[in-house]
Protein backbone atom coordinates (compact mmCIF):
# COMPACT_ATOMS: atom_id res chain seq x y z
CA UNK A 1 0.00 0.00 0.00
CA UNK A 2 1.25 3.41 -0.88
CA UNK A 3 2.40 5.38 2.24
CA UNK A 4 -0.74 8.16 1.07
CA UNK A 5 -2.97 5.95 1.38
CA UNK A 6 -1.94 4.80 4.81
CA UNK A 7 -1.95 8.11 6.02
CA UNK A 8 -5.46 8.55 4.67
CA UNK A 9 -6.21 5.58 5.92
CA UNK A 10 -4.96 6.35 9.71
CA UNK A 11 -5.39 10.20 9.33
CA UNK A 12 -8.61 9.96 12.58
CA UNK A 13 -6.43 8.20 14.78
CA UNK A 14 -5.15 10.98 17.31
CA UNK A 15 -2.21 8.56 18.72
CA UNK A 16 1.17 10.46 17.33
CA UNK A 17 2.86 6.91 17.79
CA UNK A 18 0.61 5.03 16.06
CA UNK A 19 0.90 7.26 12.89
CA UNK A 20 5.00 7.31 13.56
CA UNK A 21 4.92 3.49 13.66
CA UNK A 22 2.40 3.09 10.15
CA UNK A 23 4.64 5.29 8.46
CA UNK A 24 8.15 4.05 9.51
CA UNK A 25 6.51 0.25 8.39
CA UNK A 26 5.04 1.63 5.33
CA UNK A 27 8.75 2.65 4.76
CA UNK A 28 10.04 -0.44 5.54
CA UNK A 29 8.20 -2.49 3.55
CA UNK A 30 8.54 -0.38 0.20
CA UNK A 31 12.85 -0.41 0.69
CA UNK A 32 12.90 -3.07 -1.39
CA UNK A 33 12.34 -0.85 -4.31
CA UNK A 34 15.13 1.08 -2.78
CA UNK A 35 18.81 1.77 -2.70
CA UNK A 36 18.04 -0.22 0.79
CA UNK A 37 17.48 -3.30 -0.76
CA UNK A 38 17.74 -6.13 0.84
CA UNK A 39 18.03 -3.97 4.28
CA UNK A 40 14.57 -4.09 5.50
CA UNK A 41 14.74 -7.73 6.56
CA UNK A 42 17.48 -7.73 8.90
CA UNK A 43 16.75 -3.73 9.75
CA UNK A 44 18.03 -3.72 13.87
CA UNK A 45 20.43 -6.01 13.51
CA UNK A 46 22.73 -4.59 10.20
CA UNK A 47 24.63 -2.23 9.05
CA UNK A 48 26.03 -1.15 6.39
CA UNK A 49 30.01 -2.72 5.23
CA UNK A 50 32.02 0.59 4.65
CA UNK A 51 35.63 -0.19 2.91
CA UNK A 52 38.13 -0.55 5.26
CA UNK A 53 36.47 -2.07 8.11
CA UNK A 54 37.18 -6.00 8.85
CA UNK A 55 35.56 -8.06 7.23
CA UNK A 56 35.28 -10.88 10.06
CA UNK A 57 31.46 -9.80 10.69
CA UNK A 58 30.29 -9.88 7.53
CA UNK A 59 26.73 -11.77 6.89
CA UNK A 60 27.29 -13.48 3.22
CA UNK A 61 24.26 -15.01 3.25
CA UNK A 62 22.22 -11.49 3.02
CA UNK A 63 25.07 -10.50 0.33
CA UNK A 64 24.13 -13.68 -1.23
CA UNK A 65 20.21 -12.64 -1.46
CA UNK A 66 20.65 -8.88 -1.91
CA UNK A 67 23.53 -8.24 -4.03
CA UNK A 68 25.11 -5.76 -0.94
CA UNK A 69 27.40 -5.51 1.98
CA UNK A 70 26.47 -5.50 5.60
CA UNK A 71 27.74 -6.15 8.37
CA UNK A 72 26.23 -8.07 11.79
CA UNK A 73 25.49 -5.55 14.64
CA UNK A 74 25.85 -6.53 18.02
CA UNK A 75 24.39 -5.57 21.64
CA UNK A 76 27.28 -4.18 22.94
CA UNK A 77 27.89 -2.12 19.84
CA UNK A 78 28.25 1.67 20.66
CA UNK A 79 24.56 2.74 19.38
CA UNK A 80 24.59 6.34 17.76
CA UNK A 81 23.29 9.58 19.41
CA UNK A 82 20.60 11.33 17.67
CA UNK A 83 19.68 14.74 18.98
CA UNK A 84 16.07 16.30 17.74
CA UNK A 85 15.52 20.27 17.40
CA UNK A 86 12.05 21.61 16.60
CA UNK A 87 11.50 25.33 16.11
CA UNK A 88 7.76 25.91 17.88
CA UNK A 89 7.75 29.71 16.97
CA UNK A 90 4.71 31.40 15.57
CA UNK A 91 5.20 31.41 12.11
CA UNK A 92 5.56 27.26 12.51
CA UNK A 93 2.10 27.41 13.30
CA UNK A 94 1.19 28.04 9.45
CA UNK A 95 -0.86 28.01 7.57
CA UNK A 96 -4.19 27.83 10.17
CA UNK A 97 -5.75 24.83 9.61
CA UNK A 98 -9.39 23.78 8.39
CA UNK A 99 -11.65 21.50 10.50
CA UNK A 100 -10.96 18.45 9.84
CA UNK A 101 -7.77 18.90 8.31
CA UNK A 102 -4.54 16.51 9.05
CA UNK A 103 -2.81 17.93 11.41
CA UNK A 104 0.33 17.15 9.87
CA UNK A 105 -0.65 20.07 6.55
CA UNK A 106 1.02 22.52 8.60
CA UNK A 107 4.12 23.35 9.54
CA UNK A 108 4.25 22.48 13.03
CA UNK A 109 2.16 19.40 12.73
CA UNK A 110 4.45 18.05 9.74
CA UNK A 111 7.37 18.28 11.68
CA UNK A 112 6.17 16.90 14.92
CA UNK A 113 5.33 13.96 12.57
CA UNK A 114 8.48 13.93 11.11
CA UNK A 115 10.38 14.28 14.38
CA UNK A 116 8.16 10.46 16.12
CA UNK A 117 8.53 9.08 12.28
CA UNK A 118 12.58 9.35 12.96
CA UNK A 119 12.26 8.64 17.15
CA UNK A 120 10.50 5.00 16.11
CA UNK A 121 13.37 4.96 13.08
CA UNK A 122 15.77 5.06 16.22
CA UNK A 123 13.91 3.15 18.69
CA UNK A 124 14.02 -0.17 16.31
CA UNK A 125 18.26 0.23 15.29
CA UNK A 126 18.42 0.72 19.22
CA UNK A 127 19.99 4.20 18.82
CA UNK A 128 19.60 6.96 21.84
CA UNK A 129 17.51 9.89 21.05
CA UNK A 130 16.92 13.40 22.60
CA UNK A 131 14.91 16.58 22.14
CA UNK A 132 14.90 20.24 21.87
CA UNK A 133 11.78 22.39 21.73
CA UNK A 134 12.33 26.51 21.10
CA UNK A 135 10.50 29.05 20.26
CA UNK A 136 11.04 32.45 21.91
CA UNK A 137 12.15 31.08 24.85
CA UNK A 138 14.30 27.33 25.11
CA UNK A 139 10.60 25.58 26.02
CA UNK A 140 12.14 21.82 26.56
CA UNK A 141 15.54 19.81 26.43
CA UNK A 142 16.14 15.88 26.84
CA UNK A 143 19.35 14.64 26.90
CA UNK A 144 19.85 11.27 23.81
CA UNK A 145 19.00 8.11 25.83
CA UNK A 146 17.53 4.97 24.71
CA UNK A 147 15.13 3.61 26.97
CA UNK A 148 11.46 2.90 26.26
CA UNK A 149 10.06 5.35 28.92
CA UNK A 150 12.53 7.86 27.35
CA UNK A 151 10.60 7.28 24.18
CA UNK A 152 7.09 8.00 25.51
CA UNK A 153 8.42 11.30 27.40
CA UNK A 154 9.11 12.53 24.21
CA UNK A 155 5.73 11.43 22.69
CA UNK A 156 4.17 13.25 25.41
CA UNK A 157 5.84 16.17 24.86
CA UNK A 158 5.64 16.53 21.10
CA UNK A 159 1.67 15.75 21.27
CA UNK A 160 1.57 18.50 23.94
CA UNK A 161 2.61 20.52 21.23
CA UNK A 162 -0.46 20.16 19.07
CA UNK A 163 -2.51 20.62 21.62
CA UNK A 164 -1.13 23.90 23.04
CA UNK A 165 -2.91 27.01 21.54
CA UNK A 166 0.53 29.20 20.12
CA UNK A 167 0.38 33.03 21.33
CA UNK A 168 2.32 35.49 18.36
CA UNK A 169 5.74 35.79 19.62
CA UNK A 170 8.80 36.92 18.05
CA UNK A 171 11.61 34.28 17.71
CA UNK A 172 15.52 34.78 18.15
CA UNK A 173 16.65 31.42 16.33
CA UNK A 174 19.88 32.02 16.03
CA UNK A 175 19.85 32.66 19.82
CA UNK A 176 18.17 29.66 20.73
CA UNK A 177 20.28 27.81 18.74
CA UNK A 178 24.02 28.83 20.26
CA UNK A 179 21.76 27.47 23.64
CA UNK A 180 21.12 24.30 22.12
CA UNK A 181 24.83 24.13 20.92
CA UNK A 182 26.12 24.64 24.21
CA UNK A 183 24.29 21.65 25.73
CA UNK A 184 25.61 18.94 23.01
CA UNK A 185 28.32 17.85 24.41
CA UNK A 186 28.69 13.73 23.12
CA UNK A 187 29.39 13.69 19.08
CA UNK A 188 26.04 12.79 18.18
CA UNK A 189 23.37 13.56 14.39
CA UNK A 190 21.76 16.67 15.02
CA UNK A 191 18.51 17.07 13.14
CA UNK A 192 16.51 20.46 12.96
CA UNK A 193 13.11 21.18 11.76
CA UNK A 194 12.68 24.74 11.25
CA UNK A 195 11.32 26.84 8.58
CA UNK A 196 14.46 29.53 8.84
CA UNK A 197 12.36 32.56 9.87
CA UNK A 198 13.99 34.80 12.33
CA UNK A 199 14.89 38.42 13.44
CA UNK A 200 18.15 39.43 12.73
CA UNK A 201 20.56 39.04 10.32
CA UNK A 202 21.21 35.85 8.25
CA UNK A 203 24.75 35.66 9.13
CA UNK A 204 23.72 35.05 12.81
CA UNK A 205 22.00 32.32 12.06
CA UNK A 206 24.20 30.81 9.79
CA UNK A 207 27.29 31.27 13.02
CA UNK A 208 24.19 29.34 15.29
CA UNK A 209 24.15 26.87 12.41
CA UNK A 210 27.72 26.44 12.22
CA UNK A 211 27.83 26.21 16.37
CA UNK A 212 25.90 23.39 16.11
CA UNK A 213 29.00 21.63 14.53
CA UNK A 214 31.08 21.90 17.29
CA UNK A 215 32.54 19.00 18.83
CA UNK A 216 32.20 17.18 15.75
CA UNK A 217 28.45 16.85 15.04
CA UNK A 218 26.67 16.09 11.83
CA UNK A 219 24.18 18.47 11.20
CA UNK A 220 21.07 17.96 8.82
CA UNK A 221 18.78 21.08 8.28
CA UNK A 222 15.14 19.98 7.10
CA UNK A 223 14.23 23.38 6.33
CA UNK A 224 9.86 23.19 6.67
CA UNK A 225 7.65 25.11 4.16
CA UNK A 226 3.68 25.33 3.37
CA UNK A 227 5.38 25.63 -0.46
CA UNK A 228 2.03 26.64 -2.24
CA UNK A 229 1.99 29.98 -0.50
CA UNK A 230 5.59 30.36 1.08
CA UNK A 231 7.75 29.89 -1.93
CA UNK A 232 4.81 29.72 -5.12
CA UNK A 233 3.20 32.84 -3.23
CA UNK A 234 0.28 30.85 -5.19
CA UNK A 235 -3.07 33.29 -3.65
CA UNK A 236 -6.11 34.04 -6.30
CA UNK A 237 -6.93 37.35 -7.58
CA UNK A 238 -8.76 38.91 -4.70
CA UNK A 239 -7.33 41.32 -2.08
CA UNK A 240 -6.08 39.84 0.95
CA UNK A 241 -4.91 40.65 4.26
CA UNK A 242 -1.59 39.25 5.29
CA UNK A 243 -0.79 39.37 9.04
CA UNK A 244 2.72 38.53 10.14
CA UNK A 245 1.90 35.66 13.03
CA UNK A 246 4.80 36.36 15.29
CA UNK A 247 4.47 40.43 15.00
CA UNK A 248 1.17 40.94 14.31
CA UNK A 249 1.88 43.73 11.44
CA UNK A 250 -0.53 43.53 8.56
CA UNK A 251 -0.75 44.75 4.95
CA UNK A 252 -3.63 44.81 2.57
CA UNK A 253 -2.64 44.10 -1.30
CA UNK A 254 -3.19 42.03 -4.27
CA UNK A 255 -0.86 39.04 -4.13
CA UNK A 256 -0.76 38.95 -8.31
CA UNK A 257 0.85 42.25 -7.98
CA UNK A 258 3.72 41.53 -5.98
CA UNK A 259 4.15 37.70 -6.83
CA UNK A 260 6.97 37.69 -9.07
CA UNK A 261 9.14 40.26 -7.09
CA UNK A 262 8.35 37.53 -4.38
CA UNK A 263 9.13 34.66 -5.58
CA UNK A 264 12.65 36.21 -7.04
CA UNK A 265 13.45 37.08 -3.19
CA UNK A 266 12.78 33.68 -1.36
CA UNK A 267 14.44 31.71 -4.34
CA UNK A 268 17.30 33.73 -3.83
CA UNK A 269 16.87 33.10 0.41
CA UNK A 270 16.94 29.55 -0.52
CA UNK A 271 19.61 29.24 -2.38
CA UNK A 272 21.32 31.58 0.08
CA UNK A 273 20.68 28.92 2.98
CA UNK A 274 21.11 26.08 1.04
CA UNK A 275 25.09 27.65 -0.61
CA UNK A 276 25.44 28.46 3.09
CA UNK A 277 24.99 24.39 4.15
CA UNK A 278 26.89 23.23 1.60
CA UNK A 279 30.05 25.79 2.80
CA UNK A 280 29.47 24.59 6.23
CA UNK A 281 29.31 21.26 5.42
CA UNK A 282 25.60 20.82 6.70
CA UNK A 283 23.00 18.89 5.28
CA UNK A 284 20.62 21.22 3.75
CA UNK A 285 17.26 19.39 2.74
CA UNK A 286 14.25 21.47 2.25
CA UNK A 287 10.37 19.90 2.77
CA UNK A 288 7.10 21.09 2.13
CA UNK A 289 4.30 20.11 4.20
CA UNK A 290 1.99 18.39 1.55
CA UNK A 291 5.14 16.30 0.83
CA UNK A 292 5.11 12.96 2.76
CA UNK A 293 7.89 11.33 5.16
CA UNK A 294 10.26 9.01 2.43
CA UNK A 295 12.57 11.85 1.82
CA UNK A 296 13.60 12.55 5.41
CA UNK A 297 13.51 8.78 6.25
CA UNK A 298 15.90 8.24 3.53
CA UNK A 299 18.26 11.45 4.03
CA UNK A 300 18.56 10.22 7.85
CA UNK A 301 19.49 6.44 7.04
CA UNK A 302 22.04 7.74 4.22
CA UNK A 303 23.32 10.47 6.74
CA UNK A 304 23.44 7.73 9.25
CA UNK A 305 25.53 5.53 7.47
CA UNK A 306 28.07 8.78 6.48
CA UNK A 307 28.42 9.48 9.66
CA UNK A 308 30.35 6.44 10.95
Known amino acids: MKLENQLQKISSFSNLELLANEVVEGFISGMHKSPFHGFSSEFAEHKVYNQGESTRHIDWKLFARTDRLYTKRFEEETNMRCHII ?26 VLASAVLMDLLKRQRDAVGL ?73 LFNALQHLKHNKHKV ?9 T ?5 FDSTP ?45 VPVSVEEKFEKILT ?10
Open 86 to 111: LDNSSSMHYPKLKTNQPFYENKIGFS
Open 132 to 204: SVYSDSYEFYAPEKGSGRHHRMLLDKLESILKEPKEAKQTDTAALLHQIAQKMHRRSMIVLFTDMFQLGENSD
Open 220 to 228: VLFHVVDKK
Open 230 to 234: EFNFD
Open 240 to 284: RKFIDVETGEQINLFAENVKEEYEKSVSKYFKNIEETCIQYKIKY
Open 299 to 308: TYLVEKQKFG
